[in-house]
């Protein structure tokens, strides 16, 4: 099915154990995203790719480690997870100014 | 950094409309106004976008001031499947600088 998806949808590790997030997308878009979601608040970039092997920091970018070696898939890893990093992480993908949205992936770092 | 402001939380009655405003004092020039809708375990989903006077699609409307330092999305005849949080999101200078503020709790209620 076309679409962005995530992978694994819920996932629970134990600090300083490495963790990597998948997404996949579908339409070839050119932008990726990752963010991150805390209780009550907003979402914040944690890394962008404008193309394969192009990657850039956003607004948190410490922890995380990202690739993107083919245009439909855009890991997120966390080298070292900490209980701070417990979060809802989305990732996005574009072609102009509309992102769309994967279903998340919900992690618990105890 | 262009910075938005809304209203935390709002309340409705099922029929009626309601507008959300987003204050953005600071937006320069080639921003865009992008509106986002987001239901709980879920990712964030377009809404719609603009850059002055009024937009309008199947969903909402979007009114834009001359100046542009306010937006407001008008959601008409709500029901209760529109309880979500509204993010008002200004596309500002590249995708490292998009900002998700905390949003706006709409609860529409029976």
């Known amino acids: 099915d076309a679409g962005i998806t995530q992978s694994p949808r819920y996932k629970i590790t134990e600090t300083g154990r490495q963790v990597t997030l998948m997404c996949h997308q579908t339409?070839?878009?050119?932008?990726m995203f990752w963010y991150r979601q805390d209780l009550g608040h907003g979402l914040r970039l944690i890394y962008y790719?404008?193309?394969?092997?192009?990657?850039d920091k956003g607004e948190v970018p410490d922890g995380y480690v990202v690739s993107r070696s083919k245009t439909e898939n855009f890991p997120l890893t966390l080298e070292s997870a900490t209980r701070s990093q417990t979060s809802v992480y989305f990732c996005?993908?574009?072609?102009?100014?509309?992102?769309?949205f994967g279903p998340g992936t919900r992690l618990t770092v105890t | 950094l262009a910075k938005t402001t809304q209203p935390i939380s709002m309340d409705s009655y099922e029929g009626q409309e309601v507008n959300i405003t987003c204050s953005h004092n600071n937006i320069a020039t080639n921003d865009y106004i992008t509106w986002y809708q987001q239901f709980p375990s879920q990712g964030p989903r377009f809404i719609i976008q603009g850059y002055k006077t009024k937009v309008t699609n199947e969903v909402a409307s979007l009114f834009i001031p001359a100046d542009r330092k306010s937006s407001t999305l008008s959601l008409p005849r709500v029901s209760l499947s529109d309880t979500a949080v509204y993010y008002c999101?200004?596309?500002?200078?590249?995708?490292?600088?998009?900002?998700f503020g905390a949003g706006t709790r709409l609860a529409v209620h029976p």
């Open positions: 790719s404008a193309a394969a092997d192009i990657t």
């Open positions: 339409w070839s878009h050119s932008y």
């Open positions: 996005a993908s574009s072609a102009d100014y509309e992102q769309y």
């Open positions: 999101l200004l596309f500002s200078g590249g995708y490292n600088k998009l900002i």
